[in-house]
C-alpha cells in the first residue's frame, strides 16, 4: 500500500522556521522524483519545489527561492522541506508528491500538512 505521510507543521511567527518531513513507503522511494507543493485558500495549486531521485538536482519556485531548501534521504524513505525566514503568504497546505523518474504517470500524493504563519 502506498503512503505518503507529511508532518512538522504547524502555526509559527513571520520570520521563523519549520521543517515539514514526507515518510514514504509501499514502492522504491529512490526511482521517484519528490515534489513539495502548497495550496492556499482560494488559489490553485503551487509547486514549490521538487527534488530528483538521487538528490542530485534541485529547483524552487522564485517566492520561496533562498528561504526554502528541498532534501531527501532515500535510506529512510524520507523527503524534507526546510522552511526559514516564513512569510504569512506562506501560509497553505503543504502537500508531497512522487514522480516516477521515468513515468510521470505514476505519481503520488500525500494527505498534506497545514502550515499558518501569523502574530
Known amino acids: 500500500q502506498v503512503q505518503l505521510v507529511e508532518s512538522g507543521g504547524g502555526l509559527v511567527q513571520p520570520g521563523g522556521s519549520l521543517r515539514l518531513s514526507c515518510a514514504a513507503s509501499?514502492?522504491?522511494?529512490?526511482?521517484?522524483?519528490m515534489n513539495w507543493y502548497r495550496q492556499a485558500p482560494g488559489k490553485e495549486r503551487e509547486l514549490v519545489a521538487v527534488?530528483?531521485?538521487?538528490?542530485?538536482?534541485?529547483n524552487y519556485a522564485d517566492s520561496v527561492k533562498g528561504r526554502f531548501t528541498i532534501s531527501r534521504d532515500n535510506a529512510k524513505n524520507t523527503v524534507y522541506l526546510q522552511m526559514n525566514s516564513l512569510k504569512p503568504e506562506d501560509t497553505a497546505v503543504y502537500y508531497c508528491n512522487a514522480v516516477h523518474q521515468m513515468f510521470i504517470s505514476i505519481n503520488y500524493w500525500g494527505q498534506g500538512t497545514q502550515v499558518t504563519v501569523s502574530s
Open positions: 509501499g514502492f522504491t522511494f529512490s526511482s521517484y522524483a
Open positions: 527534488i530528483t531521485s538521487a538528490g542530485t538536482s534541485t
